[in-house]
């Protein structure tokens, strides 16, 4: 039996690594450490807690890794624009600190498009990779998140409906895990939702897709809004071979929603020879 990760004493278990660029990123680590790692990367404004759920259903065999990225959670946040190549060179970094090369990386959302940039750069230190409700478009100047993220103001409210919102699951998602999940996000100072939102409204991942070499799946539950049915139609034919599995029924934050399914379709794709 599969035990759960208590989420009182989540945080308790985070360990920091010093980069060589002198930046400060927690991490979660846990599983088989002497088995193949796996790097889990959350998504914007969440932290390693995103993987809690999951991850419980991955261990055995695995070494598993799963850092909060810079600006988030208990990492450090430092001035500054917060760019996609940037957020990527502190994850090539922290892989090679912590001896993880060859690693598969597992991306949700803004950790995808991590993953993306990591497996294109350095496809030396990387295994597969998993493209989790992630996508290479360009973010717009319009719609829901960008509005709300231009009138967040500190403190930011964990109770308000933006953030109850953002950080929710249509109602299938443990309620313990989304009260501190929604305090988390809350925690992450507004300059920096506002830093990588913008970053990203300039950067088009887009034509680097086709330098990954990576065997890759990108998984998409079909109720997301964010990353579309269409980002991942053209995800899948600009990253060679690439698999697409759609879960009916899931959201955004799939891997909240269905974490034992999620991690079966990660596991047998890992374990599975390219």
């Not at 599983?31 to 959350?42: C, F, M, N, S």
């Not at 830093?195 to 079909?222: N, V």
């Not at 899948?236 to 974490?259: D, M, Q, V, Y």
Request: charged fraction near 25%.
């Amino acid at each position: 039996m599969i035990e759960s990760i208590s989420q009182e004493h989540f945080s308790a278990l985070k360990r920091t690594a010093v980069l060589p660029n002198g930046v400060r990123l927690a991490y979660v680590e846990m599983g088989d450490p002497d088995g193949v790692p796996i790097l889990l990367l959350h998504g914007f404004t969440d932290s390693a807690r995103s993987w809690s759920l999951t991850a419980p259903h991955l261990t055995t065999g695995f070494r598993i890794v799963a850092p909060d990225l810079r600006g988030h959670g208990s990492s450090d946040k430092p001035e500054g624009c917060y760019t996609i190549p940037e957020l990527a060179n502190d994850v090539r970094l922290l892989i090679e600190v912590l001896d993880l090369v060859p690693t598969h990386v597992v991306g949700h959302s803004l950790g995808g498009r991590l993953a993306q940039a990591i497996a294109e750069r350095w496809p030396h230190i990387v295994g597969k990779i998993v493209l989790m409700s992630t996508s290479a478009a360009l973010r717009e100047r319009r719609g829901w998140l960008w509005e709300n993220i231009q009138n967040l103001r500190d403190p930011i409210d964990p109770e308000g409906a933006f953030i109850s919102e953002w950080c929710s699951g249509g109602g299938l998602v443990d309620e313990r895990f989304l009260a501190y999940a929604r305090r988390e996000s809350a925690a992450v100072p507004s300059r920096i939702w506002h830093s990588i939102y913008y970053e990203q409204l300039a950067y088009d991942p887009s034509p680097l897709l086709q330098d990954i070499s990576a065997a890759t799946l990108i998984l998409r539950g079909e109720e997301d809004v964010i990353a579309t049915e269409e980002h991942q139609a053209n995800m899948k034919k600009a990253i060679f071979g690439a698999e697409f599995i759609s879960l009916p029924g899931r959201g955004h934050n799939l891997h909240w929603e269905a974490p034992e399914k999620v991690a079966s379709l990660i596991r047998t794709f890992l374990e599975r020879h390219r």
